[in-house]
């Protein structure tokens, strides 16, 4: 695709969150949102009128039909996200996918197989990975600073009181659950800045609702000597931090997901003797981000997608520490040939 195209995005459903990521794709240059799509023509209308969207449909199908539209972003409950993607694929749309992109791992693989084999992009809706913060704490790893990496911690929760019941989080079928909700950004947070293999053994506990984890704890066994562990939760305080420590130093950052404030972002490399030094980014708005990342990489500005390969690993591990946390059981997780 020549480079200075204007790229026509449609959505596919009202969701919450794509009142924010319309946002992102409307003040980003060389995008033009066009269209919306919902199961309901309505609702697709009175949104469309609220976020300035010109065109507005009664079907998902009518957006991919639609000649005039290149990307398509799909908030969609994670498990409609495998039949959305083949649609859309096959009609040559590339599409930015809410995370978790999938239920599985198998249907995560089959996803990336039919966007390859159909020329598309495809990339993962999670935001924090475009900051510029979490590429400066990549280097400070990456540099040796901490040293040799031992311990990674995470948590990701907030609390719902009382729990929203019909929520598609507590859906069991869409694919609801903390980890695959939080546990995403935990999971793969250990992967980008702890060790981007797979771990060899996992260990998980969950408490249940409606038979989806409200809350979950995991503990992530790799190779050298790396030890990680996380938890997540939808009945705990709002927490999004992380700590990453070596055998020199540490680095602390307490809001990795979303900065707290949007006038600075910042982590703390914490010494061996109580000191700790501030290291602060310039302000970013991580989706806006995002969405200049797909374009480019659409537009063929940028060459690479680590994005999707990561995303891959990340259902992977989800998957094992699923399948821990039902069965009460370590799970032991072999790295792909
Ligand atoms: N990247 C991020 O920062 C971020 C943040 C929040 C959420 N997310 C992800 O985005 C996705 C959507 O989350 P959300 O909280 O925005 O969800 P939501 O408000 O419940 O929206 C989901 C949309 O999916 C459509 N839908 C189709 N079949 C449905 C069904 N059986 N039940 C419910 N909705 C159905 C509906 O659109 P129509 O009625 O218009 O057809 C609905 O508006 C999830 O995968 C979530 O993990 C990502």
């Known amino acids: ?128 990975v475009h900051h510029p913060r979490t590429r400066m704490m990549k280097d400070v790893i990456s540099s040796g600073e901490l040293g040799t990496i031992r311990r990674m911690t995470c948590a990701f929760s907030f609390c719902w009181n009382p729990l929203p019941s019909s929520n598609i989080r507590f859906n069991a079928e869409l694919g ?53 562990s996380f938890d997540t939760a939808f009945d705990t305080a709002t927490r999004r931090w992380l700590e990453v420590a070596g055998t020199d130093n540490s680095i602390v950052c307490d809001d990795f997901v979303l900065p707290w404030s949007d006038e600075e972002s910042k982590f703390w490399v914490h010494g061996d003797s109580g000191q700790s030094e501030k290291r602060t980014c310039p302000p970013a708005v991580q989706q806006n981000n995002m969405i200049a990342d797909f374009r480019d990489l659409i537009l063929g500005r940028r060459t690479d997608n680590p994005w999707i390969d990561w995303s891959l690993k990340v259902q992977q591990v989800c998957d094992a520490l699923a399948l821990s946390a039902r069965k009460e059981q370590p799970i032991e997780l072999r790295e792909d040939k």
């Open 1 to 128: 695709m020549s480079e200075d195209r204007i790229l026509r995005w449609g959505i596919l459903g009202t969701a919450n969150i794509a009142t924010k990521v319309s946002k992102a794709i409307q003040s980003t240059a060389s995008c033009n949102l066009t269209t919306i799509g919902s199961r309901d023509l309505e609702k697709a209308r009175s949104w469309g009128a609220k976020h300035n969207v010109p065109n507005a449909v009664g079907s998902y199908q009518a957006v991919i039909d639609d000649p005039d539209i290149d990307v398509i972003y799909l908030p969609l409950p994670p498990n409609l996200h495998l039949e959305w993607i083949e649609k859309a694929a096959r009609a040559g749309k590339h599409i930015l996918v809410e995370k978790p992109i999938a239920i599985s791992v198998s249907a995560a693989r089959e996803m990336v197989d039919i966007a390859r084999s159909h020329n598309v992009h495809l990339m993962d809706g999670v935001m924090w």
């Open 176 to 228: 609801g659950g903390s980890l695959l909700d939080l546990g995403w950004y935990t999971v793969g947070a250990t992967l980008l800045l702890g060790c981007n293999r797979l771990p060899q053994r996992v260990q998980a506990s969950a408490r249940w609702f409606q038979d989806v984890d409200v809350s979950f704890s995991a503990m992530m066994w790799f190779e050298k000597n790396f030890v990680a």
